[in-house]
């Protein structure tokens, strides 16, 4: 990746970076090992982390000006909020930017629309404003932090005590109708909500 900026737009990553190595005496014997072979885990010289929101302004604009690849990793909250808005809205309409989704999109999100309209070199609204998709939009299924079906099953059943309530907030209604539906004859004292 030489020549290829890597930019980590998350103060919290730089965050966790910092509490990883305050607490390098409770690494696993794998990291311990690359250490003293001399190779650092978090050795991320070549990558740059964004922590403020002033930063995070000046490399939108600094990106929208270069013309040399970089690779920006973004936490996406489904593009509905934050940071990757203006990423979005910067190179959405750049036929030379690719945007990668690694997490589920759930229906109703503008990462979901990205999805959706991009592949057809569609538009969505961003700020009340329509932007063109230019850019190629791909999806990696495989990498989202979220526990599949059995995972949250295994999860509320396995509880010492049954939570009293469960709120199922995030999905589509099928698979929150679908959970709720095997959820409620294992934990028969739980009241199961599906609010609106």
């Known amino acids: 990746m030489a020549g290829i900026e890597v930019i980590i737009d998350s103060p919290m990553a730089a965050n966790f970076t910092e509490f990883y190595l305050e607490f390098k005496e409770l690494w696993d014997t794998e990291a311990k090992r690359r250490v ?4 650092h885990p978090l050795d ?3 990558v740059v982390t964004i922590g403020s929101h002033k930063e995070h302004v000046a490399v939108v604009n600094y990106l929208r000006t270069r013309n040399k690849p970089a690779i920006v990793i973004a936490a996406g909250g489904m593009c509905n909020g934050g940071r990757i808005v203006n990423y979005s809205e910067a190179f959405l309409p750049d036929s030379t930017a690719d945007v990668l989704f690694l997490g589920y999109q ?17 538009y969505v609204f961003i700020n009340n404003q329509h932007v063109n998709i230019k850019a190629a939009i791909h999806t990696i299924s495989g990498y989202s932090a979220h526990a599949d079906q059995a995972g949250l099953i295994r999860f509320a059943t396995k509880m010492k005590s049954p939570p009293g309530v469960i709120k199922l907030v995030h999905g589509d209604t099928f698979s929150k109708q679908a959970l709720k539906n095997k959820l409620a004859p294992l934990l028969s004292k739980t009241e199961i909500q599906i609010p609106e």
């Open 106 to 122: 759930a229906k109703g999100t503008l990462g979901r629309d990205i999805q959706k309209y991009g592949s057809r070199g569609g």
């Open 36 to 39: 003293k072979q001399g190779r």
């Open 44 to 46: 991320f010289s070549s």
